[in-house]
């Protein structure tokens, strides 16, 4: 028992013998952690093994012991030449896996991105082409815990290559209809093409649609070039398409095709301004823009109207008054007519008709019409005066084979303040008044009982004829005739029924039973006479007026 005793007490010694001296130093503990022994608290800086972090015996302080990282090092024997993709405005290669081999010196070993190690890969340039890509690796999961990477393994470089990008393009339309010899690029606009890129749009009709994109007929007749000029003449089902070249760093691509349809011209023959000023909206024609406007509205022409004789006539003899409104302009409200330069070949203002039984006129409509526009321009060919009543503020009334101003038995009273009337008709019960206005001309005829009253204005050649009423009490005539049935009469007749005017050819008063004059003016009576008129100014010839200047 003695000897077993003693041999546990030696084993015990040896024990002792084998720890280090430091463990034991008065008055300090002793910790084991993580496969640390340490002094003073556990993991403190104490003595000890110290375990590189990552090393499966991870843990504890004390001083660093090299020699306990037991991970194989390794070094990569094998990578890619070179790496590519498509062009996208970075140097990130980051979307571009690659596989590693490494060794031990003895072993090969082979690891995966994204499970065995990570890889930043970077291109020296976004653009595209030839470029050098600098790889950042660091070993991941179990082959970090197995390996660490030889020193300077941790970067490399190798080759890199950034392929042109195909831009994906959307043509639009701003409209998917246009009229015949409308302007086509203005309507056209393209996304996702490249800044730097030349866009191209071609046309084609629907029955070629299978060629678009066809780099051997584009720009030809069957697939012409859209550019600032180009329209298309014949209605119909087209496609358009756009094309862009190539840059530095896309290749040339197209679109897909969009549908257009181009419809015969419409033509904007009027518009319409409403009373309180806003916008009325614009018409193909100028029936259909006095059809929708109201009372105290403006109707401007946009285009020279020419009624359509061949769809008047297919109307036949019985017809209602809103067909007969649809192709003839007939005016049955209180309007303004701006005729903005432009030409209009007939006209009505109201609307009646003859009674078969009675054949008596029969008011239908009547309408107040007001003729304006920018100084004397713009015509009215015919202008029937139906009934209602009629201001001629500006334009020319008439011309050559045309009527001129007509107004209708019974019609009302029509105004002509300015503007140019060629040809004047005022039938039984019409009155007519002219204050103003200029190279008034053409025969004036007044039927009995009508009435033509004349206050001011400059004549040309003018003729009246007449059965009616008419009294003269200002103007000027380059010269005037008057008929009764055909026969001249004495000029005195178309004065004034209380005669206290004459005419005068300067500041000579003329014969008033002379039955033609030229070049005089309507003035009351001379001072002389004793009237107490206020003279009118006479309008002198230039010549005439250089001799009394000269005279003076």
């Not at 024997?77 to 010196?105: E, M, N």
């Not at 831009?167 to 606009?189: F, H, I, M, N, Q």
């Not at 193909?284 to 946009?302: F, W």
């Amino acid at each position: 028992m003695k000897k077993r005793v003693l041999s546990l007490f030696l084993a015990f010694a040896l024990c002792l013998t084998l720890l280090p001296t430091s463990v034991f130093a008065e008055g300090e503990d002793v910790s084991i952690s993580g496969g640390v022994i340490g002094g003073g608290e556990t993991g403190g800086e104490g003595g000890g093994i110290y375990v590189a972090p990552g090393s499966p015996t991870e843990g504890g302080g004390g001083k660093y012991i090299p020699g306990e990282d037991t991970r194989t090092e390794i070094w990569c024997v094998s990578k890619p030449d070179s790496i590519g993709r498509s062009y996208d405005g970075t140097t990130d290669g980051g979307t571009i896996p690659i596989d590693l081999t490494f060794t031990d010196g003895t072993n090969e070993i082979k690891l995966k991105e994204g499970t065995g190690f990570t890889a930043k890969k970077t291109f020296d340039s976004a653009d595209a082409g030839w470029h050098t890509v600098t790889v950042e690796i660091a070993l991941i999961g179990e082959a970090a815990v197995k390996y660490k990477l030889k020193a300077g393994e941790e970067t490399f470089t190798i080759g890199g290559f950034i392929n042109k990008a195909y831009p994906d393009l959307t043509v639009s339309l701003s409209r998917t209809t246009c009229a015949v010899g409308e302007k086509l690029l203005p309507l056209l606009s393209v996304e996702g093409a490249p800044e730097d890129a030349e866009v191209t749009y071609y046309y084609l009709a629907s029955a070629l649609k299978s060629w678009a994109g066809s780099s051997d007929v584009e720009g030809s007749e069957a697939m012409p070039k859209i550019d600032e000029n180009t329209a298309i003449s014949d209605p119909g089902t087209y496609y358009v398409y756009a094309k862009t070249g190539k840059t530095k760093n896309y290749e040339e691509e197209r679109s897909t095709t969009a549908e257009l349809t181009v419809n015969e011209a419409v033509v904007e023959a009027a518009s319409v301004t409403k009373a309180d000023g806003t916008d009325g909206g614009t018409y193909e024609s100028l029936p259909a823009a006095l059809n929708a406007a109201r009372d105290g509205d403006t109707v401007k022409l946009l285009a020279d109207h020419v009624t359509d004789a061949d769809a008047l006539n297919a109307l036949g003899e019985d017809f209602t008054f809103e067909q007969y409104a649809s192709i003839v302009p007939v005016v049955t409200k209180t309007l303004t007519l701006d005729l903005n330069h432009k030409t209009v070949d007939y006209l009505e203002v109201g609307f009646s008709e003859t009674n078969e039984e009675t054949q008596k006129k029969e008011t239908r409509a009547t309408g107040n019409l007001t003729v304006t526009g920018e100084g004397a321009y713009g015509r009215i060919s015919n202008l029937m005066f139906m009934a209602g009543a009629l201001d001629i503020r500006s334009g020319e009334i008439g011309g050559s084979e045309c009527v001129g101003l007509v107004c209708d038995v019974n019609s009302g009273t029509a105004t002509i303040s300015n503007g140019t009337v060629y040809g004047l008709t005022v039938l039984e019960g019409a009155s007519v008044t002219v204050n103003g206005g200029s190279n008034h001309a053409g025969e004036w005829v007044v039927a009995s009982s009508a009435t033509l009253n004349i206050t001011d204005g400059t004549f040309g050649d003018v003729q009246f004829t007449h059965n009616g009423t008419i009294a003269i009490s200002g103007g000027t005539f380059k010269s005037i005739k008057s008929y009764i049935a055909e026969e001249l009469q004495p000029l005195m007749s178309l004065l004034d029924t209380q005669k206290v005017h004459a005419f005068y050819k300067g500041d000579d008063v003329q014969d008033g039973n002379a039955t033609e004059l030229a070049d005089v003016n309507r003035q009351g009576a001379h001072p002389r006479h004793g009237e107490q008129q206020v003279r009118l100014r006479s309008v002198l010839h230039p010549q005439e007026r250089r001799g009394r200047e000269h005279h003076r």
